[in-house]
């Protein structure tokens, strides 16, 4: 898949902003895990939280549903986090040669002055400076409770594509029995 360039990635966060009300944001990310039957002497590196043996397939999606970054093959006992840790993505992400605009004050918060452009995950992921997360708990303050929301709004675009892929493409609804590679 070609990596998005500068410009692409300022036209997914303008598509965020008009869609899905969340400013600055450049894509939804998730794991999903492909269930795979047991490869040989392979011990518990695919078996996950479901009790089943998987392979993690890790995605950002854009407002459009439309996938940008894949990584496959991370192990099913590795969270969505250790997936994108692993992942060269991930390593892009850390190291910033990912090619994302440059930070921007976001209209009606100047006062917030430049924020980065980021993605949105779930509470599996780390929080890291171009990746967000919903603020943990219940007793949170309104405006965190608004955030939450605006983030889910946001992220639900990733359910939202691997269920659209698993309705396509049945094959993900059942064991796939294969090689691993």
Known sequence: MPVPQTEDWRAIAAEFQERWNFPNCVGAIDGKHVVIQAPANSGSLYFNYKSTHS????????????????????????????????????????????????????????????????????????????????????????????????????RLVIECAFGILSSRWRMFRRVITTSTE
Do not use: K, W
């Open 55 to 154: 392979l993690v397939l890790l995605a950002v999606v854009d407002a459009q549903y439309i996938f940008r970054e894949v990584d496959v093959g991370g192990f099913g006992r590795s969270s969505d986090s250790g997936s994108l840790r692993n992942s060269a993505f991930g390593e892009s992400l850390r190291d910033g040669s990912l090619q994302l605009p440059p930070d921007t004050v976001i209209p009606g918060a100047e006062r917030l002055d430049l924020l980065p452009h980021v993605f949105v995950g779930d509470e599996a992921f780390s929080l890291l400076d171009n990746l967000l997360r919903p603020f943990p708990g219940r007793q949170i303050t309104r405006e965190r409770r608004m955030y939450n929301y605006r983030l889910s709004r946001a």
